[in-house]
T-cell receptor, first 116, second 111 residues
Framework: KAGVTQTPRYLIKTRGQQVTLSCSPI?????VSWYQQTPGQGLQFLFE???????NKGNFPGRFSGRQFSNSRSEMNVSTLELGDSALYLC???????????????FGEGSWLTVV | GQQVMQIPQYQHVQEGEDFTTYCNSS?????IQWYKQRPGGHPVFLIQ?????EVKKQKRLTFQFGEAKKNSSLHITATQTTDVGTYFC???????????FGKGTRLHILP
């Protein structure tokens, strides 16, 4: 079956702009989670959506938001972009909620965002 | 707040040598997961350990979960060039972070 699909793969934005990233989970998976990966901070949890509801949000400012649609596809939005938002944004899907025992998490290839 | 630390940060080994990365949590974990990320790639789930003292093997990879469920290790026997990448451990977070990742150990294989 198809894996987790993220679009776009690469994008360049200027400071102050906003960006929307898209994620299509594996068919049948109801949990979609988002992560920011940078060389300095590593891999950090942004938020998780399960059945269209945000379950948790990591320690990120309100400029970072997301949503999940009834078909489990998810989008994340970053408004008023800053240079420090340059990162690889990863989406992951799983059948059960993120912290469920026995749950396997599948990552997409990520969206590389560069803010100039 | 809760921290998950991994050592070493980098490891260079000759092909055929063994490799071990260690993961330590500041709090007890209900489970721990391991991931591998190839250069330029995305994290790929390797395994989840749940039980205290659990040991699991996947071919040349051996995973251990400590008795206190606060530490874990990944050992690779006789490394191969295909083992190159960064190995991350991760565990359930407290408060807002649903999952917390270690900073990873980057493995480089010398031919």
């Amino acid at each position: 079956k198809a894996g987790v699909t993220q679009t776009p793969r690469y994008l360049i934005k200027t400071r102050g702009q906003q960006v929307t990233l898209s994620c299509s989970p594996i068919s049948g998976h109801r949990s979609v989670s988002w992560y920011q990966q940078t060389p300095g901070q590593g891999l950090q949890f942004l938020f998780e959506y399960f059945s269209e509801t945000q379950r948790n949000k990591g320690n990120f400012p309100g400029r970072f938001s997301g949503r999940q649609f009834s078909n489990s596809r998810s989008e994340m939005n970053v408004s008023t972009l800053e240079l420090g938002d340059s990162a690889l944004y990863l989406c992951a899907s799983s059948a059960a909620e993120l912290d469920s025992t026995g749950n396997t998490i599948y990552f997409g290839e990520g969206s590389w965002l560069t803010v100039v | 707040g809760q921290q998950v630390m991994q050592i070493p940060q980098y490891q260079h080994v000759q092909e055929g040598e063994d490799f071990t990365t260690y993961c330590n949590s500041s709090t007890t974990l209900s489970n721990i997961q391991w991931y591998k990320q190839r250069p330029g790639g995305h994290p790929v789930f390797l395994i989840q350990l749940v039980k205290s003292g659990e040991v699991k093997k996947q071919k040349r990879l051996t995973f251990q979960f400590g008795e206190a469920k606060k530490n874990s290790s990944l050992h690779i026997t006789a490394t191969q060039t295909t083992d190159v990448g960064t190995y991350f451990c991760a565990g359930p977070g407290d408060r807002d972070d649903k999952i917390i990742f270690g900073k990873g150990t980057r493995l480089h294989i010398l031919p």
